[in-house]
């Protein structure tokens, strides 16, 4: 299971951190996972946004949130995060976190089987 929290509403050029909670997941432990954000806008597809890798020794971005988002995570807590700054409007949406049981980093949706509920953030201008 996947919980997000964190979202709000935040102006432009703001900061938000989501945090991404797992558990429940039957024999096999929060660091034998590779993790990723993505977002849905409304009327629009959902979106890679960022990935870590099991050890949190890779990450990788889309370029629409390079230098802004920064992805990580603590095994010890079971628990992902993404600290977003500088947002800006289009960043409004639905972030979800996602789990997959892999090695590599995981850039599609359909690399993940595991998601989480969601969260709203909101950027206002």
């Known amino acids: 299971q996947l919980v997000e929290s964190g979202g709000g509403l935040v102006q432009a050029g703001g900061s938000l951190r989501l945090s991404c909670a797992a558990s429940?997941?039957?024999?096999?432990?929060?660091?034998?996972?590779?993790m990723g954000w993505f977002r849905q806008a409304p009327k629009k597809e959902r979106e890679f946004v960022a990935a870590i890798t099991r050890s949190g020794g890779s990450t990788y971005y889309a370029d629409s949130v390079k230098g802004r988002f920064t992805i990580s995570r603590d095994n010890a807590k079971n628990t992902v995060y993404l600290q977003m700054n500088s947002l800006k409007p289009e960043d409004t949406a639905v972030y979800y976190c996602a789990a997959e049981f892999s090695y590599g980093l995981g850039l599609k949706v359909q690399d993940y089987h595991y998601w989480g509920q969601g969260t709203q953030v909101t950027v206002s201008s």
């Open positions: 429940g997941a039957s024999g096999r432990t929060f660091s034998n996972y590779a």
